[in-house]
């Protein structure tokens, strides 16, 4: 892990969890503030109806909240959205944009991303960017290639003068157990930092490339230890408090 990037581990809750949820909220704050003092910044992204909730609850133990999607307008005729102005309102600080899952489902392309992303900065939120492959594009030999045009198209040139966060997630990864050996995590976070620093100079070289994909508390000590990899997001080991104190315990 380079050094001179603090690392982030941030959770992605997706369409689970209700107020009951919070209790875990509270469990991993109490893990991490009796705990060793965490070397990662902590992120929890639950559903926007519990936004505001985490940020309040989490923020006396340093837990950051961050939205799963924002629409690229600030406001207007778009029902059942909300606006990054909207997620910062209740308490958020970053915002999951491009996440494979809503690529798929809803129809995202790079561009919209992109359009994602700005309004998110433009609202002061931090994007975390995600980026990754099918598993028959890597099965083609196309992984790198996908993963750069991704890279290209979908983070915005401001990202030369605002945080943003990468997060490399194999779709073929998310959810299913498998994940990429060491090697391939190695090379694919190496060819973004490269086309980031290329792209944005100094920038590029301190934004943080997170790895996404079937990160459990088994296998994040190993994960997280590799050259480029600067943190991690995580899907299903996040919903429980203890799982994801291992995985932030694993910086
Ligand atoms: C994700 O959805 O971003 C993710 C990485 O999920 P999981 O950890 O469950 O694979």
Redesign the pocket.
């Given at each position: 892990m380079t050094t001179t990037i603090t690392p982030v581990i941030a959770g992605?809750w997706?369409m689970n969890g209700s107020r009951a949820s919070l209790s875990e909220l509270q469990e991993l704050a109490a893990l991490l503030t009796t705990g060793d003092a965490p070397r990662a910044m902590v992120i929890i992204c639950p559903p926007a109806t519990m936004l505001h909730a985490v940020a309040s609850q989490g923020s006396t133990s340093g837990i950051l909240a961050g939205g799963q999607d924002c629409h690229a307008q600030a406001a207007g005729a778009h029902t059942g959205d909300l606006s990054a102005g909207m997620l910062a309102d209740a308490g958020a600080q970053y915002v999951i944009v491009g996440?494979s899952?809503r690529r798929a489902d809803h129809g995202e392309t790079d561009p919209a991303i992109r359009a994602k992303a700005e309004a998110a900065m433009g609202a002061g939120l931090k994007p975390i960017i995600?980026i990754g492959e099918t598993e028959s594009q890597r099965d083609s030999g196309h992984a790198e290639a996908v993963v750069a045009g991704q890279l290209a198209a979908s983070v915005p040139d401001a990202a030369g003068q605002h945080d943003v966060i990468i997060?490399y997630?194999p779709v073929w990864?998310?959810?299913?157990g498998r994940t990429p050996t060491n090697d391939e995590i190695a090379r694919m976070h190496d060819r973004i930092r490269a086309l980031l620093v290329e792209r944005f100079g100094d920038k590029g070289a301190t934004t943080p490339i997170l790895y996404?994909?079937?990160?459990k508390p088994q296998n994040a000590r190993e994960i997280l230890a590799i050259e480029n990899v600067n943190g991690g997001?995580?899907?299903?080991?996040?919903l429980l408090a203890k799982d994801f104190y291992t995985i932030i315990s694993a910086v």
């Open positions: 992605n997706k996440h899952e995600c997060a997630e990864a998310i959810g299913t996404g994909g079937s990160i997001l995580v899907g299903g080991a996040s």
